[in-house]
């Protein structure tokens, strides 16, 4: 993966915004409707929108400059001290009579209750275009990378964009990411419901990754970007670039409110990636990862430089060859852990893997996933299979929090495996009996106990396959 530096300049220009949370308790309905009555305890108070970008990139060790607009208000001040003691360059334009953008989250008891925004819809004024204009053309001829945040609030006028136009290295993070063509980003961050928007409403998918390769080299053409990143919630994100294949990352679901400023995690997390040399599906992955970190965090939250680090450096302890896995267990085994140990294809993870995992997780202390490689995929599914290399493949298991290490074997069965691991309980999914496994005898001649897992009815890689297939 390529350096972070910490000498790397990044410039963020777009809507600032506070994200507000207040928290209490709501203990009755009020008598006017059918509503919780909330008793106020605390107040959170974080910057949001291009603000969180920036404060990521801090937080993840660049030097950056914030450039935006905000009122002459109390609200505009409270963003800027919390920016300023996150060290921020703070470089926010105050327009008098302005409104500064102020998100608020009303969770009681945990819940996400209600939502109420304030934000000023008024146009800027020709004299506070010019100025930000002047600013962002100042700012940018010393950054290594720019992110532009433009979510509808003002800031990215068609006059702005025009004075982005032509940077080596132009993130763009939009709502709306058509208007940004004349520019020619590097890359483009829209969320999958935008791409729909930009396609023109033509959805109906039910399988989202595969419209998105489908209509690849459009989304290209609109945006007028090198690269487009979709992001798919709790389903990770899509990366097309001209004549590569689609790579995709993947997350783990958490519930919508805690999604908040994910996505500016992720995109700070990519820019500065890709500003430090790295690949476009490195830097996939450094955003995936920080905004893994974040989404388990309350309010809006940021990932350190060593957050992402530990968060990347976990999945590359997870994979493991086979001789590092037989020494490793054998270190868990001193400790008194049990391992459960399993092995497929995965060639297409689905609902079906991801529960049957889930509890093969619960039955020991270390679960280890042994994955089919390429060719012995081939043997056993025949020409065309696999979908997915066995690095993409080991690259969404070691994602999964139940999976501890996943190893890669080349021959028809596990045996080999088998007898370097040595698990205490071998598990499988399907509807057969244990005997009914080859492995079984080999299993508990070593002193292992062997189970079945049901997967979950309906649930095929195949059923799954053969779908995608069928897309025009």
């Known amino acids: 993966m390529g350096s972070t530096d910490e000498t790397i300049s990044a410039v963020v220009i777009g809507d600032v915004m506070l994200d507000s949370w207040l928290h209490g308790s709501a203990k009755r309905l009020a008598q006017e409707a059918p509503v919780p009555v909330m008793s106020l305890e605390a107040t959170e108070d974080f910057p949001g929108g291009a603000a969180n970008t920036a404060a990521n990139l801090v937080a993840l060790g660049a030097r950056v400059r914030l450039i935006g607009v905000v009122g002459d208000d109390d609200c505009g001040d409270t963003l800027v001290r919390a920016l300023r003691l996150l060290g921020v360059g703070v470089d926010l334009l105050t327009v008098p009579g302005r409104r500064t953008a102020h998100k608020r989250r009303l969770i009681a008891g945990g819940q996400l209750t209600a939502r109420y925004d304030d934000e000023d819809p008024a146009a800027l004024s020709r004299e506070a275009e010019r100025e930000l204009m002047r600013r962002a053309l100042e700012a940018a001829a010393a950054a290594d990378v720019v992110v532009a945040c433009d979510y509808g609030g003002g800031v990215c006028t068609p006059a702005v964009r025009r004075s982005l136009a032509g940077l080596p290295l132009l993130i763009v993070d939009a709502h709306a990411v058509a208007p940004w063509r004349e520019c020619a980003p590097a890359a483009v961050l829209p969320n999958y419901a935008e791409v729909v928007r930009l396609l023109g409403g033509r959805d109906g998918a039910a399988d989202r990754p595969a419209y998105l390769m489908t209509h690849a080299d459009e989304m290209l053409k609109l945006t007028g970007a090198r690269m487009v990143v979709t992001t798919l919630d709790g389903e990770g994100t899509l990366l097309h670039r001209s004549g590569r294949p689609a790579y995709r990352t993947y997350a783990q679901p958490v519930p919508h409110h805690m999604a908040t400023g994910a996505g500016d995690t992720y995109t700070a997390a990519f820019a500065l990636w890709l500003a430090g040399g790295a690949t476009p599906e490195e830097a996939a992955e450094a955003g995936q990862a920080a905004a893994g970190v974040v989404v388990r965090r309350r309010g809006t939250a940021i990932c350190t430089r060593s957050d992402l680090l530990r968060a990347l450096r976990r999945h590359e302890e997870t994979v493991q060859t086979a001789d590092r896995l037989a020494q490793l267990l054998d270190e868990h085994r001193r400790r008194g852990e049990r391992v459960v140990f399993t092995n497929g294809c995965f060639d297409v993870l689905h609902r079906g893997h991801v529960t049957y995992l889930e509890q093969a997780g619960r039955l020991g202390d270390v679960l280890v996933v042994a994955v089919n490689s390429d060719a012995?995929?081939?043997?056993?599914?025949?020409?065309?299979?696999?979908?997915?290399?066995?690095?993409?493949?080991?690259?969404?298991?070691?994602?999964?929090?139940?999976?501890?290490?996943?190893t890669e074997f080349d021959e028809d069965t596990p045996e080999r495996l088998l007898r370097m691991l040595r698990p205490e309980l071998y598990v499988k999914g399907g509807d057969y009996t244990a005997d009914m496994l080859a492995e079984a005898p080999l299993v508990r001649s070593l002193g292992g106990e062997v189970r079945v897992l049901g997967y979950l009815p309906d649930r095929s890689t195949t059923a799954i396959i053969g779908r995608m297939r069928s897309l025009p």
């Open 376 to 406: 012995s995929v081939c043997r056993l599914k025949g020409p065309g299979r696999p979908v997915n290399s066995c690095e993409d493949r080991m690259s969404v298991l070691a994602a999964l929090n139940d999976v501890h290490y996943v």
